[in-house]
Every structure is written in C-alpha cells, then in structure tokens.
C-alpha cells in the first residue's frame, strides 16, 4: 500500500475538562479523498486546526510525506505542501479573482517575486494563478471582483487558491456549506476531477457528495473515531446510522 501522504497518530485535545479530539489516528493516501464526518461539536473543526498548526495537540503526531509536523507553525506547514481552504469565507472582496489566487502563488514561490515587476503583470505568476482557476471551472471568471462572484464560484476560488499553492495534502473544510443542489454538484465533479493530482480530506455536512467523492470515511462521534470504511460500511454501519446518519 502506497505511503500515506499525512498521518495523524494518537491525537489528543483538551480544552479544560472536555476531549475534544481524543486519540484520533488516521492517514490520506495518495489519489485518495478521505472524508472525516460527524455531528456538530464532534471536534472536526478541532481536529482541521491541528492539522494546519493553529491548535497544538496535547499529544499524538501528524506526519506530512513521512515527516513529522506537529511542531511547526501554520506557514513552515503550508510551505512544505499542507493546502487548505476555510469553511469561513477569507477571500479578499474586492479585487479580481485572480489577484487572489496570485497570492497563493506568490507564497508559494517564496520571496522571489518581491522586486521583480508589478506582480499583477507577471506571467510567472499570472499564468499558474490561470491553470488554477481554469482547473476550477473559473477561467472565464479570472477578472471579475469576488464581490460579484456567485457564492458557488467563490466557494470553487478558494479552493483554487489552496491548489495555487501546489500543495501534496489539501484539507478542505466544508467546501459544500450554504451551496444549493446544482452548485452542490458542481463543485463536486470539479474535486472528483482533482482526486489524482491531489488527496483531499474533506470534511463536510454534505452526505451526497461524501458519498459520491470519498473512497474512505472515518467518523467522528465526541473526539473519537467511532467507524471508519467505504461508503457501504459507513452506510450500514449501526452505530453510525444513530449517532450522525439517522435511518
Ligand atoms: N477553544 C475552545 N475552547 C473550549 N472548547 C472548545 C474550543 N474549541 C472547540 N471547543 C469544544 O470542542 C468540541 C468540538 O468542537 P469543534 O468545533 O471541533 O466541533 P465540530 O465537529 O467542528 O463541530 P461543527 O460541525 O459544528 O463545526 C465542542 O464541544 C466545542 O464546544
């Protein structure tokens, strides 16, 4: 079996007498979408700020490409390839989408850029902020102000400029929230289209798309793993199916 890409061992949160995350062990493989569902307070959001380095784990390890992170701060992590978007929208309103996405790039790249030319006019920069956009379905949308993007079109642009970031582990964190059921499928088939060139742990609220993207999904019940398997196992699963899915 291929080397996870991020492995997160025996994880431990406690914000006073409450577990938040209580030993959480799990790994994101290559080609792979893992999705991490649960009810509200399960400590996803908790586990999500460990992984990208806001929240440090009591205890337990998170490893990136076999390298251990846990140590590291939010920008040393998001360096070495850990991609993430936010369930909170952090796009900047009003310049063009691409501009965004630039940013991401440019972060990527490091400090090259810095006393190059105006950054808004070099292809170094334009062009892969381009490749990102197109591969979400926004290449036509590169200029416009993200104050007259529609909410389903932001939603895709944050995740453009996650990938902006060439990152080797994208976490995504209810990209589907407030989406109807057209955008809902639209943003869907753009993260099916990215399965290979990046492994996504999708948390998200959204069981049809959970379904229809995730090979594998581990639940969270009160900061534990209560299952985890194929969409079939998780489906059945009785425990699940009182604790999140309901009949
Ligand atoms: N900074 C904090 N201090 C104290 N308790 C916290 C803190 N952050 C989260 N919690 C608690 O930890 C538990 C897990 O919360 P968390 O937000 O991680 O859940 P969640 O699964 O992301 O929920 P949701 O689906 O509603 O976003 C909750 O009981 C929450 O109240």
Redesign the pocket.
Known sequence: MAEAVLALEGLHKR??A?T?TDDVSLTLRPGEIHALI??????????IAQIAGSLRPDAGRILLGGEEITGLSVAARARRGLGRSF?VSSLAEPLPAIRNVMIGVQAQAGHSFRFWKPAERDPRLIEPALAALARMGLAHRAWTPVAELSHGERRALEVACALAMKPRALLLDEPMAGLGPEGSARLTELLESLRLEVPILL?E?DMQAVFRLAERISV?VA?RVIAHGDGDTIRRDPQVRDAYLGE
């Open positions: 914000f006073g409450l938040a649960g009810p509200n307070g399960a400590g996803k959001s908790t586990l369930q948390i609220h969270l900061g």
